[in-house]
């Protein structure tokens, strides 16, 4: 059971007028980054490297002292991949906090605004 923070956005959305606005820049990054660190690899027919799989697919995983750097560069190379021309990566960190808990923490600067942001995620078994 993994646990976000805020619900999702979306980059636009109607006003209570029924126009068309657009939505919030940096909520949307946030809710992109939410999503590849939640798709595992193989979850995407056309893009079977996407995700860096931090769902179910983690929690089975033997829990041992190298598992936090397993996670930490698995999401390191996900987030470039995925969203290296619109983030840069300041800092990721993942902590195994109990049996079958993955905690996992990524603070990153928007490249076009240059607003810091940060996404932590616990994933439970």
Do not use: C, N
């Not at 995407?44 to 931090?54: E, I, Q, S, W």
């Not at 983690?58 to 470039?80: H, N, Q």
């Amino acid at each position: 059971m993994t646990t976000p923070s805020q619900p999702a956005r979306h980059p636009y959305r109607l006003t209570p007028a029924r126009l068309l606005a657009t939505g919030d820049e940096a909520g949307h990054v946030a809710d992109m980054v939410r999503l590849v660190l939640l798709t595992g690899p193989w979850e995407r027919v056309h893009r079977p490297d996407f995700g860096a799989g931090l769902g179910s697919a983690t929690v089975f995983e033997p829990l041992g002292e190298a598992l936090p750097g397993i996670v930490e560069m698995r999401v390191r190379g996900s987030l470039e991949e995925a969203l290296g021309d619109r983030v840069e990566l300041l800092e990721v960190r993942a902590d195994a906090e109990a049996e079958a808990t993955i905690a996992a923490t990524v603070v990153y600067r928007l490249k076009a605004t240059g607003e810091t942001g940060s996404v932590a995620l616990r994933v439970e078994g």
